[in-house]
């Protein structure tokens, strides 16, 4: 199994950690996890997956993921290393 922290946009929702039905996230995880089509956001070392439609769907920034990527992020974000993805 896979793990990754997942960050939610809403601050009042705790930071937590989650884990793959299998060894990596399938798409159909990271989608529902996201709340939509993903988009990867590759930093060094770490991979940060987004809904790729977050600033067209005016989804809240996230502001604790955006201090992570160094860029705004909108909605959800499940953050790990790249061996949680195929």
């Known amino acids: 199994m896979a793990n990754a922290t997942?960050?939610?946009?809403?601050?009042?929702?705790?930071?937590?950690e989650v884990e793959s039905l299998g060894d990596t996230f399938s798409l159909a995880e990271?989608?529902?996890?996201?709340?939509?089509?993903?988009?990867?956001?590759?930093m060094d070392r770490v991979l940060m997956?987004?809904?790729?439609?977050?600033?067209?769907?005016?989804?809240?920034?996230?502001?604790?993921?955006?201090?992570?990527?160094?860029?705004?992020i909108r909605g959800n974000a499940l953050l790990g290393d790249e061996g949680m993805i195929k």
């Open 6 to 16: 997942l960050i939610s946009h809403d601050s009042q929702i705790p930071t937590r």
């Open 49 to 72: 997956v987004v809904n790729e439609e977050g600033m067209l769907l005016g989804l809240p920034i996230n502001y604790k993921a955006s201090a992570v990527a160094g860029t705004i």
């Open 30 to 42: 990271m989608q529902k996890l996201v709340d939509g089509h993903i988009e990867l956001v590759r």
